[in-house]
């Protein structure tokens, strides 16, 4: 369980550019919970993330994880129980290094954080088995070079990285923007696939209204540094895509159309 307790993160304390941008947020994460995170520009969902990842500091407010307090926890300690993927299929994984040699990496986590990882016939037989869950024949070019790869292959790639070693907790941040939507639709599938074979409790920050109706069971709305909706069972599964504009809209007191809101 992950649970976040009156979170304050406050970007330029005490300066003319003071951005309180998490404000009072608490939020409890049962184990196998998968939510997924909406919210308008500004909201505060990356950073919601960034602070469960340790990259920021938070300002007040405690993150506690299994019973154990993680907000003073730096972020390369955190990274050996947290698995995260970002936007942007250039992060997560080496582009000058192998297919191999990146999930070699990734195997070797948490217990070896150091270049120790070796490569034998049975490790290469572990990761062709991995791969060939993705319809991508990444199981058969596991010498290629990351670069050399498509930024659809590189995310699949990073998200059998990420939750290869069973995090605790899994944080992807519109990790199928920058794709193609049937790039994305694949990534997204093997996204549920991976979490619910292996019941791992997920963040997804995502602008995509119907993925954050139809993936995972908690759906929640970020305003202003807030959790303003938090769904889940027949509330969630009846959503809509019109009614949640209607709350957006609401919320911020005009018309929706210029957000980044996408209706795919
Ligand atoms: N490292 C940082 N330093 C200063 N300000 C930051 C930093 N990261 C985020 N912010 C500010 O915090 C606010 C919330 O940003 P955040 O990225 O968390 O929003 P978001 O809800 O994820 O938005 P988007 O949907 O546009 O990605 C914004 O005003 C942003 O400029």
Do not use: C
């Not at 550019?17 to 939020?27: K, P, T």
């Not at 070796?118 to 990444?138: A, E, H, S």
């Not at 659809?152 to 941040?173: E, V, Y």
Request: proline share 4%; glycine share 6%; net charge positive.
């Amino acid at each position: 369980m992950v649970i976040l307790d009156h979170i304050q993160k406050i970007f330029y304390r005490n300066t003319p550019n003071e951005n309180q941008v998490l404000n009072n947020l608490s939020l409890k994460v049962e184990d196998g919970d998968f939510i997924t995170v909406i919210g308008s520009n500004g909201a505060g969902k990356s950073t919601m993330l960034n602070v469960v990842a340790g990259v920021h500091p938070v300002d007040s407010g405690s993150i506690v994880l299994d019973g154990i307090d993680i907000t003073h926890l730096p972020e390369f300690r955190r990274a050996a129980f947290i698995g995260r993927v970002f936007q942007d299929p250039m992060l997560g994984t080496s582009p000058s290094m192998t297919i191999e040699e990146n999930l070699s990496m990734a195997y070797a986590r948490p217990n070896n954080m150091t270049l120790r990882w070796g490569l034998d016939f049975q490790r290469r037989k572990i990761f062709k088995d991995y791969l060939k869950n993705i319809p991508l024949g990444l199981e058969n070019r596991l010498s290629t070079k990351v670069k050399l790869l498509s930024g659809g292959q590189r995310q699949a790639l990073t998200l059998i990285m990420a939750t290869m070693k069973k995090p605790k907790l899994l944080l992807l941040d519109e990790h199928t923007a920058a794709l193609d939507p049937k790039t994305a639709q694949m990534v997204n599938s093997l996204t549920e696939e991976i979490v619910q074979k292996n019941n791992i409790t997920t963040i997804m920050v995502t602008h995509n209204l119907e993925h954050a109706i139809k993936m995972g069971n908690r759906l929640i709305m970020m305003h202003k540094g807030q959790i303003v909706m938090d769904l889940s069972g027949e509330e969630k599964s009846t959503m809509t895509i019109p009614r949640l504009l209607n709350k957006f809209e609401q919320l911020q007191g005009e018309k929706f159309a210029e957000d980044r809101v996408m209706l795919a």
